[in-house]
């Protein structure tokens, strides 16, 4: 069983900064694709970034390209999302996920286990 919580949320005006943290503990976790996805309120849960647990290589959705950052900390066993340039349309419920195979990233129902989701509001 693997346990995901994620941390970092907030409030913070348009063109601002937070940086997302989801820790990860339970079984390892070394060949799982690590996804970060997002829920605003009457909409679909969306990918937003992924990283292997292993290895460089990132994933992001168009709509945060050049503005988010996917990374990893194995020795702590988290991953982070680093959001610059806020936009009002970023503001949502924010989830860690981990996907065991990882062939369809930005699909949430192949993931396997869910963070609790942490809110991310951005003011105009």
């Known amino acids: 069983q693997v346990q995901l919580v994620e941390s970092g949320g907030g409030l913070v005006q348009a063109g601002g900064s937070l940086r997302l943290s989801c820790a990860a503990s339970?079984?390892?976790?070394?060949?799982?694709?690590m996804g970060w996805f997002r829920q605003a309120p009457g909409k679909e849960r969306e990918f937003v970034a992924g990283i292997w647990w292993t290895g460089s290589t990132t994933y992001y959705a168009d709509s945060v390209k050049g503005r988010f950052t996917i990374s990893r900390d194995n020795a702590k066993n988290t991953v982070y999302l680093q959001m610059n340039s806020l936009k009002p349309e970023d503001t949502a419920v924010y989830y860690c996920?981990?996907?065991?195979?990882?062939?369809?990233?930005?699909?949430?129902?192949?993931?396997?286990?869910w963070g609790q989701g942490t809110q991310v509001t951005v003011s105009s």
């Open positions: 339970g079984r390892t976790l070394s060949n799982y694709f």
């Open positions: 996920a981990a996907d065991h195979w990882g062939l369809d990233k930005q699909d949430r129902k192949k993931y396997d286990y």
